[in-house]
């Protein structure tokens, strides 16, 4: 059995944050802190296994999805109402 983990790190409209952060090189780190939590906020992360019987006699050659994950950091960091 060959077992593959895929994780992936997904921002939403990267090229809004690049030029943020290019405009706000010469600002205080305060501007910068904000852009990172924006970004933080529009993170997603992606986990996939998948799973394949590698060996000489499998009858079923194809790859099974055995788990699929998906999470928004700023989910764990809300605070609770």
């Given at each position: 059995m060959v077992e593959?983990?895929?994780?992936?790190?997904?921002?939403?409209?990267?090229?809004?944050y690049q030029e943020e952060i290019?405009?706000?090189?010469?600002?205080?780190?305060?501007?910068?802190?904000?852009?990172?939590?924006?970004?933080?906020?529009?993170?997603?992360?992606c986990n996939y296994k998948f799973?394949?019987?590698m060996s000489k006699n499998a009858n079923d050659t194809s790859w099974i999805i055995t788990e699929?994950?998906?999470w928004s950091p700023s989910e764990y960091l809300k605070e609770p109402n």
């Open positions: 593959i983990t895929m994780i992936f790190h997904v921002l939403k409209n990267p090229h809004l290019m405009q706000n090189s010469d600002k205080t780190l305060t501007n910068w802190a904000l852009t990172v939590k924006k970004m933080r906020d529009n993170l997603l992360i799973l394949r019987d699929l994950n998906h």
